[in-house]
């Protein structure tokens, strides 16, 4: 039997199993309601607008409805998980690795040596606390984020790395910048097990949102989403399905101004956010 992936941008793939819980909760003819009350449904975001429209089960009890068919219908889902990097060939080999703060504060003495002394360094590394920092990979269900909000991650790497900059003695807003020197803006591609997406409520409401939406104005594109998905495992290299390295990066420390990775400039126009 062919898995069942869920793509939170592709409509298709997730539409027909919301509708099918929506029609056990409120009958068939709930599309038509939504319609009908399109002005009332003023955002995409809302889950509220929709849900109020029916009397004869609330927004918990279509949420719950939805939660049922993910869970029986879903095998896998897509994730993304976006770093700065020389080596993605590697990620095929270890897959994606939960931070190592080791390895990572000497690759950082590494990359800053010619700029600081040891003794700044061990200030920085001094200075930043650990105690959120846990074993655990990292990864969001919309890669569109990353090149919307999100963008620090592909342009200057690990958020320890850039929390060390920071705290260097003398840092600027220029510091920063340095990180860009090193590897090239990559996101990967992962399918991973449904059964590990645990904070479910949370993605039924928002599918519950954007649903209610595009039937109610007849739109067919999802919305973005900013949803995380934390694993206290590595993502192991068969979960990669392949990788990409976006070019314009909207970077959200320089106004969102947009930073080409490939010509290793900022353009020009800035992205409206």
């Known amino acids: 039997m062919k898995k069942m992936i869920l793509d939170w941008k592709e409509a298709t793939t997730w539409d027909a199993i919301v509708k099918k819980g929506l029609t056990k909760c409120l009958g068939k003819f709930y599309a038509k309601t939504l319609k009908t009350n399109a002005d009332s449904i003023a955002y995409v975001d809302c889950v509220d607008d929709g849900c109020a429209l029916f ?3 609330g927004r918990d009890a279509q949420i719950a409805c939805v939660i049922e068919e993910l869970k029986r219908c879903f095998d896998e889902i897509f994730v993304y998980h976006a ?3 020389n ?3 590697s990620y095929y080999e270890k897959g994606i690795l939960p931070l190592s703060l080791i390895g990572s504060q000497m690759q950082f003495r590494d990359r800053f040596k010619s700029y600081v002394s040891p003794v700044d360094i061990d200030t920085a590394i001094t200075a930043v606390s650990t105690e959120t920092i846990n074993d655990a990979t990292h990864a969001i269900i919309d890669d569109r984020c990353f090149l919307q909000s999100s963008g620090h991650y592909l342009i200057y790497g690990s958020e320890y790395q850039q929390s060390l900059v920071v705290h260097l003695p003398g840092a600027n807003e220029y510091t920063r910048d340095i990180l860009k020197k090193f590897g090239r803006a990559t996101i990967f591609v992962c399918c991973l097990p449904f059964s590990e997406i645990y904070a479910l409520e949370h993605l039924a409401s928002r599918m519950l949102a ?3 939406y595009r ?3 007849n739109i067919q594109d999802v919305s973005i989403i900013d949803y995380s998905v934390t694993l206290r495992r590595k993502i192991s290299p ?4 392949r990788h990409y390295c976006p070019a314009r990066i909207p970077d959200p420390c320089k106004g969102f101004a947009i930073w080409n990775d ?3 400039k900022y353009e020009m126009e800035m992205l409206h956010h």
């Open 210 to 212: 954007d649903h209610f």
């Open 215 to 217: 039937l109610a104005h």
């Open 262 to 264: 490939e010509q290793n």
């Open 87 to 89: 080596e993605p060939t």
């Open 55 to 57: 009397s004869r089960a």
């Open 83 to 85: 770093c700065r990097t």
């Open 238 to 241: 068969l979960s990669i399905v």
